[in-house]
């Protein structure tokens, strides 16, 4: 019987936990399109010639709003970097936004170009950190185009806040029920 009770518990304090947890995260939402990047390469690396500037905006990423030479790319960026690696940090409007590469790979395009995908940890200004998924490329003349997205939170935290209701709902249940 005290076995029942203290996974009851247990099942309902992980409930209220992950529902207290969700009801304050204030993920990132939106996306990022950085423009006038300056860059030498290599099929393994990158040097960045900075500044550069945010083009658009969208989601949560609208409070930074577009600038011109606002952003300062990390150097050098190879596929021997050490994760996770600063990619970009960027100031306007009293905002601040962050990227740091937490898994990358790079391809080579043709003509002596290069993308280069992967993942990170995405900073706001006022936001929680939050996954985001990058593509950078580079021409073999001319500016690199970068994009990030941010991800959708995880449905772990919904699946947790599931089995507290759940545990809430059989602890009734059971409590309700007459004893045999």
């Known amino acids: ?3 029942r009770k203290l996974l009851t518990a247990a099942i309902l304090t992980t409930g209220i936990a992950a529902f ?18 300056s860059t030498t390469h290599t099929a393994t690396s990158v040097t960045f010639l900075n500044p550069a500037s945010i083009l658009i905006t969208q989601g949560d990423f609208n409070e ?22 600063k990619l970009f940090t960027g100031s306007n409007n009293s905002d601040t936004v962050t990227l740091n590469v937490t898994s990358d790979s790079f391809h080579t395009l043709g003509a002596g170009g290069l993308q ?49 209701l759940l545990g809430c709902a059989l602890f009734l249940r059971r409590r309700r029920s007459p004893s045999v």
């Open 64 to 85: 930074v709003g577009t600038c011109a030479g606002c952003i300062t790319m990390g150097t050098p960026f190879s596929t021997g970097s050490s994760l996770p690696f």
């Open 116 to 164: 280069i995908l992967g993942t990170g940890i995405v900073s706001l200004s006022g936001f929680d950190d939050t996954t985001g998924f990058f593509s950078l490329t580079i021409p073999s003349s001319g500016l690199a185009s970068f994009d990030l997205k941010t991800s959708v939170p995880e449905p772990a935290t919904l699946m947790l806040f599931g089995a507290g």
């Open 1 to 3: 019987m005290l076995t």
């Open 20 to 37: 207290a947890g969700s009801a304050y995260a204030t993920p990132i939402m939106g996306s990022i399109d950085i423009s006038g990047i």
